[in-house]
């Protein structure tokens, strides 16, 4: 009996109005390669199982008057590539390159992968293309106090690298997140402990007014404190008089 094959992988359906076709073919080169693919008909094949109805029939009108599953692979992808990915202007993809800058939402990592990204796509060379990348990351950084520190670093030491100016952004970003967080955090402390406190001055307050019981005995009226007169009724001097003139009479 034979065994199946173990694929490593999967490779996701293309829509060329919904999807990047340079990052569908490269995850298909990089699974070829994880599949040990090499063969060129299983690889047509596989492209073409890998692609929607709408790609499909764009594909088959790309190929006339032959149909796609007699052309080579390379023919198929070159055919897609120039439909789905055409060469754009230089001078527009660095435009919107010197022109980025970062967003309020947007996080130091964030900021960085778009730089890169669009850095990407402007045909520097190497060495060119790390110098532009470190300025407009830097450069188009919100301005505030991960900028200023950045600003402080010599544009021409050899040591300004834009791998190290982002760790340094980083680290900057982490710390003044939990100089934010410990404010919060404090406060919260002390409302805990303000709450506390109003609990248990209730929690007083309602066992003297319940322990509090007005007595007609003259021991009860002495023992209540001078704070506790306002539960007193209020008796005015004549109805003392009255109650005194009453004993008088009857002794």
């Known amino acids: 009996m034979a065994m199946s094959k173990l694929v490593i992988g999967k490779i996701s359906e ?20 994880a599949n040990l693919i090499s063969d060129h008909d299983v690889k047509r094949a596989i492209l073409i199982s890998s692609l929607s109805d709408e790609t499909y029939i764009l594909l088959r009108n790309l190929c006339v008057p032959k149909e796609p599953d007699t052309e080579k692979f390379e023919e198929l992808m070159h055919k897609l590539n120039i439909h789905c990915a055409p060469v754009q202007s230089l001078f527009t993809a660095r435009e919107k390159l010197y022109h980025a800058a970062q967003n309020n939402t947007e996080s130091v990592g964030e900021w960085a992968a778009r730089v890169r990204s669009l850095a990407n796509q402007c045909s520097f060379s190497q060495q060119m293309l790390e110098t532009v990348m470190r300025d407009i990351f830097v450069v188009g950084m919100s301005d505030g106090k991960i900028k200023d520190r950045l600003k402080e670093e010599n544009a021409t030491s050899s040591q300004a690298k834009f791998p190290r100016l982002f760790e340094l952004a980083q680290s900057k970003e982490a710390v003044m997140r939990e100089k934010l967080e410990k404010p919060s955090s404090y406060s919260e402390f002390h409302r805990m402990r303000e709450n506390e406190e109003y609990f248990m001055e209730s929690g007083e307050l309602e066992e003297i007014t319940n322990n509090l019981h007005l007595s007609e005995s003259e021991d009860d009226f002495e023992d209540l404190s001078d704070n506790d007169s306002d539960y007193l009724p209020d008796i005015s001097e004549e109805h003392i008089d009255t109650v005194e003139n009453i004993d008088s009479e009857h002794e």
């Not at 073919?25 to 990089?30: D, E, M, S």
């Open 14 to 33: 293309f829509n060329y109005l919904n999807n990047d076709f340079s990052v569908f073919k490269v995850k298909l080169q990089q699974w070829f390669v």
